[in-house]
Protein backbone atom coordinates (compact mmCIF):
# COMPACT_ATOMS: atom_id res chain seq x y z
CA UNK A 1 0.00 0.00 0.00
CA UNK A 2 0.55 3.57 -0.32
CA UNK A 3 1.42 6.21 2.16
CA UNK A 4 1.15 9.82 1.75
CA UNK A 5 2.96 12.63 4.66
CA UNK A 6 3.74 15.85 4.68
CA UNK A 7 0.53 17.74 4.40
CA UNK A 8 0.14 20.79 6.58
CA UNK A 9 -1.03 24.35 6.48
CA UNK A 10 1.32 27.04 4.89
CA UNK A 11 1.12 30.88 3.76
CA UNK A 12 1.16 31.55 0.12
CA UNK A 13 4.77 31.52 -1.18
CA UNK A 14 5.43 28.92 0.99
CA UNK A 15 6.98 25.32 0.25
CA UNK A 16 6.20 21.85 1.18
CA UNK A 17 7.22 17.96 0.73
CA UNK A 18 5.22 15.62 0.48
CA UNK A 19 6.81 11.69 0.59
CA UNK A 20 4.24 8.97 -0.54
CA UNK A 21 6.06 5.41 0.78
CA UNK A 22 5.12 2.36 -0.56
CA UNK A 23 5.04 -0.74 1.42
CA UNK A 24 4.95 -4.19 0.07
CA UNK A 25 6.16 -3.74 -3.72
CA UNK A 26 8.77 -2.34 -5.90
CA UNK A 27 8.36 1.29 -6.92
CA UNK A 28 10.36 1.11 -9.78
CA UNK A 29 8.28 -1.29 -12.09
CA UNK A 30 4.97 1.33 -11.30
CA UNK A 31 4.23 4.48 -12.94
CA UNK A 32 4.21 7.31 -9.91
CA UNK A 33 1.56 10.02 -9.97
CA UNK A 34 0.12 12.44 -7.52
CA UNK A 35 -3.39 13.75 -7.70
CA UNK A 36 -5.50 16.01 -5.89
CA UNK A 37 -8.49 17.05 -5.26
CA UNK A 38 -11.02 19.62 -3.33
CA UNK A 39 -14.21 18.99 -2.29
CA UNK A 40 -17.17 19.03 -4.93
CA UNK A 41 -14.32 18.74 -8.03
CA UNK A 42 -12.67 16.47 -9.96
CA UNK A 43 -10.07 14.77 -9.16
CA UNK A 44 -6.86 16.01 -10.93
CA UNK A 45 -3.22 14.94 -12.36
CA UNK A 46 -0.86 16.92 -10.54
CA UNK A 47 2.69 15.28 -11.87
CA UNK A 48 3.52 11.84 -13.33
CA UNK A 49 7.06 9.69 -13.30
CA UNK A 50 7.68 7.36 -15.26
CA UNK A 51 8.76 3.91 -14.82
CA UNK A 52 12.21 3.55 -13.84
CA UNK A 53 13.43 -0.08 -15.23
CA UNK A 54 11.73 1.32 -18.70
CA UNK A 55 11.84 4.87 -18.80
CA UNK A 56 14.49 6.40 -16.98
CA UNK A 57 12.03 8.53 -14.36
CA UNK A 58 10.93 10.93 -17.04
CA UNK A 59 8.36 13.25 -15.24
CA UNK A 60 5.42 15.32 -16.66
CA UNK A 61 3.56 17.92 -14.54
CA UNK A 62 0.32 20.08 -14.71
CA UNK A 63 0.29 23.26 -16.62
CA UNK A 64 -1.11 24.75 -13.09
CA UNK A 65 2.15 23.33 -11.31
CA UNK A 66 4.99 23.37 -13.83
CA UNK A 67 8.22 25.32 -12.49
CA UNK A 68 6.80 25.01 -9.01
CA UNK A 69 6.56 21.54 -7.88
CA UNK A 70 9.32 18.67 -8.53
CA UNK A 71 8.90 15.31 -8.70
CA UNK A 72 11.20 12.66 -7.95
CA UNK A 73 11.80 9.41 -6.69
CA UNK A 74 14.28 7.24 -4.14
CA UNK A 75 13.47 3.39 -5.18
CA UNK A 76 15.87 2.19 -2.63
CA UNK A 77 13.78 3.98 -0.13
CA UNK A 78 10.85 2.83 -1.66
CA UNK A 79 9.80 6.44 -1.75
CA UNK A 80 8.24 9.41 -3.90
CA UNK A 81 8.32 12.88 -3.23
CA UNK A 82 6.57 15.72 -4.42
CA UNK A 83 8.61 19.21 -3.88
CA UNK A 84 6.29 22.06 -4.12
CA UNK A 85 7.61 25.59 -3.92
CA UNK A 86 5.84 28.78 -4.63
CA UNK A 87 2.18 27.85 -3.17
CA UNK A 88 -0.75 29.62 -4.03
CA UNK A 89 -4.26 29.22 -2.03
CA UNK A 90 -5.40 27.23 -5.62
CA UNK A 91 -3.07 24.56 -4.29
CA UNK A 92 -5.17 23.58 -1.58
CA UNK A 93 -6.33 19.99 -1.73
CA UNK A 94 -6.02 16.84 -0.60
CA UNK A 95 -2.87 15.23 -2.21
CA UNK A 96 -2.70 11.28 -3.08
CA UNK A 97 -0.49 9.61 -4.84
CA UNK A 98 -1.07 6.59 -6.59
CA UNK A 99 1.08 3.54 -8.63
CA UNK A 100 -0.21 2.12 -12.06
CA UNK A 101 0.61 2.12 -15.68
CA UNK A 102 -0.71 5.26 -17.36
CA UNK A 103 -0.66 8.84 -16.89
CA UNK A 104 -1.49 11.36 -19.32
CA UNK A 105 -2.01 14.46 -17.19
CA UNK A 106 -3.06 16.69 -20.18
CA UNK A 107 -5.50 14.12 -21.46
CA UNK A 108 -6.32 13.24 -17.98
CA UNK A 109 -6.14 9.81 -18.42
CA UNK A 110 -4.93 7.46 -16.12
CA UNK A 111 -4.31 3.88 -15.14
CA UNK A 112 -3.30 3.55 -11.68
CA UNK A 113 -3.87 0.71 -9.28
CA UNK A 114 -3.34 1.57 -5.98
CA UNK A 115 -4.05 4.90 -4.28
CA UNK A 116 -3.01 6.06 -0.66
CA UNK A 117 -5.34 7.71 1.77
CA UNK A 118 -4.18 11.46 1.32
CA UNK A 119 -2.42 14.17 2.84
CA UNK A 120 -4.14 17.45 3.50
CA UNK A 121 -2.56 21.03 2.21
CA UNK A 122 -3.94 23.96 3.04
CA UNK A 123 -2.48 27.20 1.79
CA UNK A 124 -3.99 30.23 3.33
CA UNK A 125 -2.42 33.74 5.24
Known amino acids: HLVESGGDLVRPGGSLRLSCLAA????????IGWFRQVPGKEREGVSCISRSDTSGDSADYADSVKGRFTISRDNAEHMVTLQMNSLRPEDTAVYYC?????????????????WGKGTLVAVSS
Open 98 to 114: AAGWHCDIRARNYDMSY
Open 24 to 31: GFNLDHYI
